[in-house]
């Protein structure tokens, strides 16, 4: 071997940029012969900061830091004089070499150079290192390893005989390693750095280490040397750090399980090692897919997993999470039995280790997730802590999902807001402050390192609270207390205060200071409150608000008897104002009828928005004739257009209901009930009417609780029954469908038409039981009909415009059997896309993915635009019956008509007219080519048993 030049001190460091401050931090010292040079001895070569650094010049070795921290060097060298602690001048070699990049910073090996018998001990000492591995190798065979090598890997001398020294990389690092061999042996001298390298262990699986590969004379011979440092817990502590971390922030950021299931998902799938994830929902005992995110290809299309421990298949990790609650993991797809029914397709899709891990909901093994990972034993026993915090998180947001929900507004109002933190040595001078520091008490971070926390003392407490509060801190306790604190401008602000003592074999070495600044929760609770209350669109009290305002004021005149009264004030025909203007110019609307209000009425009068279009006024009087003069200006008030901020100008007409009292135990609640009650009737009435609350209006009142109670006893009773209206193709007139008409079949007064409780269930909680008993009746029709024809006929069924608001419509449909859906149409009315038409499209569009046929019905008398029509996932056009009445009375009508069959037959639509009275509207129709017509002139709406006579009756006679 050539002479060699082997570092007397071998130094490991972190050195990291913050600005133009350097960070340095030592790791650890590998070889320390600097005592026997030097004369300092090896405590205080542990013991200084500065020893080691002192061989070069500051200003040399801080630039070449940071030369190497922005990444113009890899290293460095110099030759340096270095003062021993006798005073004596030894000259030295120093050399700096990156063996590791992180973020702002790097990994540095640095050697300082004196004599050959020096370096070979020092030498010595390096091999003998486990943490840093040796491997010297020529033509891609292995010729030496070290201690370090074989602690890494697990491989012995004999395990590397013959050994490829390429077969322990990845393709990446192979052809560098053997183009590398080729140059040197033409006689070049090359090296190359390796920041995050995986290199194969006896075992099997690979780990991560940050290598060095230089060229050294090795027994004649240029060969290879590399230098390994186990980084393999540093990344996978990184990565599922990172995960977890990842984890917390979705829960903080997601409304629903399903977006945060979603969320979660893609999240997983976007990171390096993670090629799929996927979250399975136990139904029965099958575990079957519910959201999936990366590298599928079709692995889980047809996915379901029994947990059923007898069924082949059922030790997957999957089947085996669930059955046992514990989380699964699969370290080895290529030898592990348990998943190998799978193998074949993990493999084809390089899933190579896998993990299950099962989440509880609503006290039961519900869900799991599902990662797949593109590295053999990435998912291993050492990560089991790691995976159980990730479980016990989504665990946690399930288990409190509906008050994560309730916090999110509050969460979005603290989200910016940061902890105070801040670290003192034993004697409380300050070493270190975070941002919060800076931002709650207005010092900066350099006026107060080096101080003690006296200068934040607000002055308010003695010696005696101080004495006391660090006795306890060094008897090692922890304080938890609020401590009043005066801010850099002298303002006092509160401290929620945790101080920590770190105490080390029973000494206190340091205080850690955890606090939040509470001053500002007690505005934010102020500020909570003011939402509570208050409408957030108008400024005007909301309905809870208004409430509580009017009984403070009712408790205030307690010992008086004034007249009071409740005027509750709501837009006449506002859903079609919010047609005609858009939502944006009504909202503005809103606001000044608000204020409108508020210069009407007197100041102590309480004026609030009870409702979306509804507002509510408290009057306190002397007599019945203030009450009409306050009325009169509300009309007075709206008899000229309001003047909004967009300069449009609207007519607004309105409804008023009117509940005095006089007495101050009166229920508010109830009040205010009681004056919409009257105002419901007066809608009824027409537009710019008002009702009074007395024992006559009950008697309207009492007949619509009365069909409340018939409405309800039908849902009890199953009493409700479909009417079916047949529907023809126009040019055969044979029966190709029918449109189901819900009726109440009475047992005293026999059948009962929709006109006396349609109105009251879609405007009632009743509407989600009524819908989905309808959806029932549906699929009992279909099979009765079939059972008769051994056929299916096609059935529409209108639904509520709320049903699609609030997406219920999604939840009947999905319990129609799957070969029935087709045979089922939903009809919606075209008004339903006034609002929050991309909601309405999204419903429809899932309707129509399930299977069923979208109808629109009364085309053209509603919501009459272009611009969504081509966008709805629509089937069928219905044209309204009034067009169909007057087409055979006014061209107008019936170009309208031909115009909409025209332009469903470019959309490729069928249309349906319904209202068909004649034979010459019928002729019409079918000159102008309506696919199918319904009406009296055909068939009136048949109960099921004339329908099936009806049918038997159509087919007999073809």
Same mark, same amino acid.
């Given at each position: 071997?050539?002479?060699?030049?082997?570092?007397?001190?071998?130094?490991?460091?972190?050195?990291?940029?913050?600005?133009?401050?350097?960070?340095?931090?030592?790791?650890?010292?590998?070889?320390?012969?600097?005592?026997?040079?030097?004369?300092?001895?090896?405590?205080?070569?542990?013991?200084?900061?500065?020893?080691?650094?002192?061989?070069?010049?500051?200003?040399?070795?801080?630039?070449?830091?940071?030369?190497?921290?922005?990444?113009?060097?890899?290293?460095?060298?110099?030759?340096?004089?270095?003062?021993?602690?006798?005073?004596?001048?030894?000259?030295?070699?120093?050399?700096?070499?990156?063996?590791?990049?992180?973020?702002?910073?790097?990994?540095?090996?640095?050697?300082?150079?004196?004599?050959?018998?020096?370096?070979?001990?020092?030498?010595?000492?390096?091999?003998?290192?486990?943490?840093?591995?040796?491997?010297?190798?020529?033509?891609?065979?292995?010729?030496?390893?070290?201690?370090?090598?074989?602690?890494?890997?697990?491989?012995?001398?004999?395990?590397?005989?013959?050994?490829?020294?390429?077969?322990?990389?990845?393709?990446?690092?192979?052809?560098?390693? *053997?183009?590398?061999?080729?140059?040197?042996?033409?006689?070049?001298?090359?090296?190359?750095?390796?920041?995050?390298?995986?290199?194969?262990?006896?075992?099997?699986?690979?780990?991560?280490?940050?290598?060095?590969?230089?060229?050294?004379?090795?027994?004649?011979?240029?060969?290879?040397?590399?230098?390994?440092?186990?980084?393999?817990?540093?990344?996978?502590?990184?990565?599922?750090?990172?995960?977890?971390?990842?984890?917390?922030?979705?829960?903080?950021?997601?409304?629903?399980?399903?977006?945060?299931?979603?969320?979660?998902?893609?999240?997983?799938?976007?990171?390096?090692?993670?090629?799929?994830?996927?979250?399975?929902?136990?139904?029965?005992?099958?575990?079957?897919?519910?959201?999936?995110?990366?590298?599928?290809?079709?692995?889980?299309?047809?996915?379901?997993?029994?947990?059923?421990?007898?069924?082949?298949?059922?030790?997957?990790?999957?089947?085996?999470?669930?059955?046992?609650?514990?989380?699964?993991?699969?370290?080895?797809?290529?030898?592990?039995?348990?998943?190998?029914?799978?193998?074949?397709?993990?493999?084809?899709?390089?899933?190579?280790?896998?993990?299950?891990?099962?989440?509880?909901?609503?006290?039961?093994?519900?869900?799991?997730?599902?990662?797949?990972?593109?590295?053999?034993?990435?998912?291993?026993?050492?990560?089991?802590?790691?995976?159980?915090?990730?479980?016990?998180?989504?665990?946690?947001?399930?288990?409190?999902?509906?008050?994560?929900?309730?916090?999110?507004?509050?969460?979005?109002?603290?989200?910016?807001?940061?902890?105070?933190?801040?670290?003192?040595?034993?004697?409380?001078?300050?070493?270190?402050?975070?941002?919060?520091?800076?931002?709650?008490?207005?010092?900066?971070?350099?006026?107060?390192?080096?101080?003690?926390?006296?200068?934040?003392?607000?002055?308010?407490?003695?010696?005696?609270?101080?004495?006391?509060?660090?006795?306890?801190?060094?008897?090692?306790?922890?304080?938890?207390?609020?401590?009043?604190?005066?801010?850099?401008?002298?303002?006092?602000?509160?401290?929620?205060?945790?101080?920590?003592?770190?105490?080390?074999?029973?000494?206190?070495?340091?205080?850690?200071?955890?606090?939040?600044?509470?001053?500002?929760?007690?505005?934010?609770?102020?500020?909570?409150?003011?939402?509570?209350?208050?409408?957030?669109?108008?400024?005007?009290?909301?309905?809870?608000?208004?409430?509580?305002?009017?009984?403070?004021?009712?408790?205030?005149?307690?010992?008086?008897?004034?007249?009071?009264?409740?005027?509750?004030?709501?837009?006449?025909?506002?859903?079609?104002?919010?047609?005609?203007?858009?939502?944006?110019?009504?909202?503005?609307?809103?606001?000044?009828?608000?204020?409108?209000? *508020?210069?009407?009425?007197?100041?102590?009068?309480?004026?609030?928005?009870?409702?979306?279009?509804?507002?509510?006024?408290?009057?306190?009087?002397?007599?019945?004739?203030?009450?009409?003069?306050?009325?009169?200006?509300?009309?007075?008030?709206?008899?000229?257009?309001?003047?909004?901020?967009?300069?449009?100008?609207?007519?607004?007409?309105?409804?008023?209901?009117?509940?005095?009292?006089?007495?101050?135990?009166?229920?508010?609640?109830?009040?205010?009930?009681?004056?919409?009650?009257?105002?419901?009737?007066?809608?009824?009435?027409?537009?710019?009417?008002?009702?009074?609350?007395?024992?006559?209006?009950?008697?309207?009142?009492?007949?619509?609780?009365?069909?409340?109670?018939?409405?309800?006893?039908?849902?009890?009773?199953?009493?409700?029954?479909?009417?079916?209206?047949?529907?023809?193709?126009?040019?055969?007139?044979?029966?190709?469908?029918?449109?189901?008409?819900?009726?109440?079949?009475?047992?005293?007064?026999?059948?009962?038409?929709?006109?006396?409780?349609?109105?009251?269930?879609?405007?009632?909680?009743?509407?989600?039981?009524?819908?989905?008993?309808?959806?029932?009746?549906?699929?009992?029709?279909?099979?009765?009909?079939?059972?008769?024809?051994?056929?299916?006929?096609?059935?529409?069924?209108?639904?509520?415009?709320?049903?699609?608001?609030?997406?219920?419509?999604?939840?009947?449909?999905?319990?129609?059997?799957?070969?029935?859906?087709?045979?089922?149409?939903?009809?919606?009315?075209?008004?339903?896309?006034?609002?929050?038409?991309?909601?309405?499209?999204?419903?429809?569009?899932?309707?129509?993915?399930?299977?069923?046929?979208?109808?629109?019905?009364?085309?053209?008398?509603?919501?009459?635009?272009?611009?969504?029509?081509?966008?709805?996932?629509?089937?069928?056009?219905?044209?309204?019956?009034?067009?169909?009445?007057?087409?055979?009375?006014?061209?107008?009508?019936?170009?309208?008509?031909?115009?909409?069959?025209?332009?469903?037959?470019?959309?490729?639509?069928?249309?349906?007219?319904?209202?068909?009275?004649?034979?010459?509207?019928?002729?019409?129709?079918?000159?102008?080519?309506?696919?199918?017509?319904?009406?009296?002139?055909?068939?009136?709406?048949?109960?099921?048993?004339?329908?099936?006579?009806?049918?038997?009756?159509?087919?007999?006679?073809?």
């Amino acid at each position: 071997m050539d002479k060699i030049y082997k570092p007397y001190c071998q130094v490991l460091k972190e050195v990291f940029l913050y600005g133009d401050l350097l960070k340095i931090k030592r790791i650890n010292i590998f070889c320390h012969d600097l005592d026997e040079i030097a004369n300092f001895n090896i405590n205080e070569i542990y013991k200084s900061d500065s020893i080691v650094e002192s061989v070069i010049d500051k200003d040399i070795l801080f630039n070449n830091y940071k030369r190497m921290i922005t990444g113009q060097i890899d290293n460095f060298s110099d030759i340096v004089r270095f003062q021993a602690k006798d005073n004596k001048i030894i000259d030295l070699s120093f050399y700096s070499s990156v063996i590791e990049r992180k973020e702002n910073g790097v990994v540095v090996l640095e050697f300082i150079e004196e004599s050959e018998q020096i370096y070979k001990e020092i030498f010595n000492g390096l091999i003998k290192n486990k943490f840093v591995g040796v491997v010297v190798y020529y033509d891609d065979k292995i010729e030496f390893i070290d201690e370090g090598f074989k602690y890494i890997t697990n491989f012995n001398e004999d395990d590397v005989k013959g050994m490829n020294f390429s077969s322990l990389f990845h393709d990446y690092v192979v052809d560098t390693i *053997k183009h590398f061999d080729s140059l040197r042996k033409s006689g070049k001298f090359l090296e190359k750095h390796y920041n995050l390298m995986p290199i194969k262990t006896k075992s099997g699986y690979f780990k991560y280490v940050a290598a060095h590969d230089i060229t050294i004379r090795f027994k004649g011979q240029l060969a290879g040397c590399m230098t390994l440092v186990d980084v393999t817990e540093e990344k996978y502590l990184k990565d599922f750090y990172q995960i977890l971390n990842g984890i917390n922030k979705l829960i903080f950021t997601s409304k629903t399980i399903e977006e945060f299931f979603q969320s979660v998902c893609q999240y997983l799938a976007s990171l390096q090692n993670i090629r799929l994830a996927w979250i399975g929902e136990l139904s029965g005992n099958k575990i079957k897919p519910i959201v999936v995110a990366g590298y599928d290809e079709g692995y889980t299309k047809y996915l379901e997993i029994s947990i059923a421990s007898e069924v082949k298949g059922a030790s997957v990790p999957a089947a085996t999470a669930i059955r046992s609650g514990e989380i699964s993991i699969n370290p080895n797809t290529e030898k592990n039995p348990n998943v190998e029914i799978w193998r074949d397709e993990m493999l084809e899709r390089r899933f190579y280790s896998s993990c299950a891990i099962p989440i509880m909901f609503e006290d039961e093994y519900k869900y799991v997730l599902n990662l797949y990972s593109g590295e053999p034993y990435y998912f291993n026993k050492n990560l089991m802590s790691i995976l159980k915090s990730i479980q016990r998180d989504i665990t946690f947001f399930l288990k409190n999902i509906k008050e994560l929900e309730f916090k999110e507004f509050l969460y979005r109002a603290i989200e910016n807001t940061h902890d105070w933190v801040m670290i003192t040595d034993k004697n409380g001078v300050i070493e270190y402050v975070n941002n919060a520091v800076e931002k709650i008490s207005g010092y900066k971070k350099e006026e107060v390192l080096g101080k003690t926390p006296s200068i934040f003392k607000s002055g308010l407490y003695g010696k005696k609270f101080y004495k006391k509060f660090w006795d306890s801190l060094l008897k090692g306790e922890v304080y938890k207390g609020i401590v009043i604190n005066k801010r850099k401008n002298g303002e006092l602000f509160q401290l929620d205060h945790t101080i920590i003592p770190i105490v080390e074999n029973g000494e206190v070495k340091k205080f850690v200071s955890i606090a939040k600044d509470i001053s500002k929760e007690l505005a934010l609770e102020q500020e909570i409150l003011r939402f509570k209350f208050q409408d957030l669109r108008t400024g005007l009290l909301n309905r809870q608000g208004f409430i509580k305002e009017v009984r403070k004021e009712i408790d205030k005149y307690r010992n008086i008897k004034p007249l009071k009264a409740i005027i509750v004030i709501d837009i006449f025909g506002f859903s079609h104002l919010n047609e005609i203007y858009g939502a944006s110019i009504c909202d503005n609307l809103l606001i000044k009828l608000g204020e409108k209000l *508020k210069e009407t009425f007197f100041s102590n009068d309480i004026i609030g928005r009870t409702g979306s279009d509804e507002f509510a006024v408290f009057l306190m009087m002397n007599d019945s004739n203030e009450l009409s003069i306050m009325l009169k200006k509300v009309y007075d008030l709206l008899e000229k257009p309001l003047k909004i901020d967009s300069g449009e100008k609207i007519k607004v007409n309105v409804n008023i209901g009117i509940k005095t009292f006089e007495f101050v135990n009166e229920d508010i609640t109830d009040v205010l009930y009681k004056a919409e009650l009257a105002l419901n009737i007066a809608k009824k009435d027409g537009e710019n009417r008002f009702r009074f609350y007395n024992e006559e209006l009950n008697k309207e009142i009492t007949e619509y609780f009365d069909n409340m109670k018939m409405i309800i006893k039908a849902l009890e009773e199953k009493r409700f029954v479909f009417y079916l209206q047949p529907i023809y193709d126009t040019t055969t007139l044979n029966v190709t469908g029918f449109e189901a008409l819900v009726r109440i079949n009475h047992p005293e007064k026999g059948i009962i038409l929709p006109v006396k409780f349609i109105d009251i269930v879609e405007k009632s909680a009743l509407l989600k039981d009524f819908e989905k008993y309808l959806f029932e009746m549906i699929v009992d029709y279909l099979k009765k009909m079939y059972s008769v024809f051994n056929c299916y006929y096609n059935i529409a069924i209108n639904v509520s415009v709320n049903s699609f608001k609030t997406k219920d419509i999604l939840l009947y449909a999905k319990n129609i059997p799957q070969e029935l859906i087709r045979f089922v149409n939903i009809e919606v009315t075209e008004r339903v896309f006034a609002e929050n038409t991309e909601d309405i499209i999204y419903v429809l569009n899932e309707l129509k993915s399930l299977g069923f046929t979208i109808e629109i019905d009364d085309f053209g008398t509603g919501y009459s635009s272009l611009s969504y029509i081509e966008k709805i996932p629509t089937d069928i056009i219905k044209i309204d019956m009034s067009f169909v009445r007057k087409i055979n009375q006014c061209s107008k009508t019936k170009a309208v008509v031909k115009t909409i069959i025209e332009l469903a037959k470019g959309l490729g639509l069928k249309t349906i007219a319904e209202g068909v009275e004649t034979a010459e509207q019928y002729n019409i129709l079918k000159a102008l080519g309506c696919d199918f017509v319904q009406g009296y002139y055909f068939a009136k709406p048949l109960s099921l048993d004339d329908v099936l006579s009806y049918i038997k009756e159509k087919k007999h006679i073809s």
